[in-house]
């Protein structure tokens, strides 16, 4: 059954804590992207990976790392250096960036800090 | 009718009325467009997508129309049913694009 699976789907993080999102996906994409949403709000792009050892930062990645050792992984991990990480984190993935293919999302992580 | 609120616009239809849901897009470049529905808590989910060289795109209840003169894509419902109410957000991406970007949603509440 391909798709993308995020990991946890709840998220407690004490304030000064780095945590990590997981994402993988079985479907032998090559892009990945992270997204963040809040509350009633559309998404915002964190960091994306066009191929294996290779991402970009998006429209708001301080605070964020991610890293792209395998191609079916492309886990976030959330700074203590991100001042409001509460939100929702959604990932996803496209067979390759440029294809007009449409990207598909994983159920997402909501994160609170504590 | 159709109002923005604090967040996101929300537009409220009777059950078994249409509904159409629109979107201004930013890049004259991007030659592909998608149509997600969020429902509360889940991820977006892929509704019916259109390439530029195309100005319709029908699948099951739902049409897009793209006017790529004035940058607006748009989105109809048939006969909404309670089911539908959701958000629902536009993307775009090119050939030459790195990522896809999306528009800021809209909150479709479907009155019995």
């Known amino acids: 059954d391909g798709g993308i699976t995020q990991s946890p789907k709840y998220l407690f993080r004490k304030e000064g804590q780095n945590v990590t999102l997981s994402c993988e996906q079985n479907?032998?994409?090559?892009?990945m992207y992270w997204y963040r949403q809040d509350p009633g709000q559309g998404l915002r792009l964190i960091y994306y990976s066009q191929i294996v050892n290779d991402f970009q930062k998006g429209d708001i990645a301080e605070g964020y790392s991610v890293s792209r050792e395998k191609k079916e992984s492309f886990p976030l991990t959330v700074t203590s250096a991100q001042k409001n990480p509460t939100a929702f984190y959604l990932c996803?993935?496209?067979?390759?960036?440029?294809?007009?293919?449409?990207?598909?999302f994983g159920q997402g992580t909501r994160l609170t800090v504590v | 009718g159709e109002s923005v609120g604090l967040h996101l616009p929300t537009l409220s239809v009777q059950e078994g009325d249409n509904s159409i849901i629109n979107c201004a897009y930013s890049?004259?470049?991007?030659?592909?467009f998608i149509w997600y529905k969020q429902e509360s808590g889940k991820g977006p989910q892929f509704i019916i997508d259109i390439r530029s060289n195309m100005d319709k795109r029908q699948g099951q209840r739902v049409t897009v129309l793209l006017n790529k003169t004035v940058k607006h894509l748009s989105l109809q419902i048939a006969a909404t049913q309670p089911g539908d109410s959701a958000v629902y957000f536009c993307a775009e991406t090119s050939n030459y694009g790195q990522n896809f970007v999306f528009g800021p949603g809209t909150r479709l509440s479907v009155l019995p």
């Open positions: 890049n004259s470049a991007s030659d592909y």
């Open positions: 996803a993935s496209s067979i390759s960036p440029g294809a007009n293919t449409e990207a598909f």
């Open positions: 479907l032998n994409h090559d892009a």
